[in-house]
Nanobody, 126 residues
Framework: QVQLVESGGGLVQAGGSLRLSCAAS????????MGWFRQAPGKEREFVAA????????YYRDSVKGRFTSSRDNAKKTVYLQMNSLTPVDPAVYYC???????????????????WGQGTQVTVSS
């Protein structure tokens, strides 16, 4: 079992930065791949980023490539999402998730993840 708690959300001006954290508890955190998803009002939850167990592989949706960076510190049982150059298309509730599988491609579907946090709100002002 893995329990996840997101933090770091808030209000930032367009062009600014935020770093989200996802703290995990439970066993075998280091063996899980981690994902970030977001959901804006009236829209479906969408994939943002994924990182494998070692942090050596990352994958991002096209709209955040070059702006967002995912990393992890397994000793601290924490995964991060550094968000730079935030735009008005980025506001949403951001969720972290955990999956035991990676396979031949990065898991980018919400149905591939087994554990979810409660989410943290990111708001971007113009």
């Amino acid at each position: 079992q893995v329990q996840l708690v997101e933090s770091g959300g808030g209000l930032v001006q367009a062009g600014g930065s935020l770093r989200l954290s996802c703290a995990a508890s439970g066993r075998t955190f280091s063996s899980y791949a981690m994902g970030w998803f977001r959901q804006a009002p009236g829209k479906e939850r969408e994939f943002v980023a994924a990182i494998n167990w070692s942090g050596g592989r990352t994958y991002y949706r096209d709209s955040v490539k070059g702006r967002f960076t995912s990393s992890r510190d397994n000793a601290k049982k924490t995964v991060y999402l550094q968000m730079n150059s935030l735009t008005p298309v980025d506001p949403a509730v951001y969720y972290c998730a955990a999956t035991a599988g990676w396979g031949t491609r990065a898991p980018s579907s919400r149905y591939e993840y087994d554990y979810w946090g409660q989410g943290t709100q990111v708001t971007v002002s113009s």
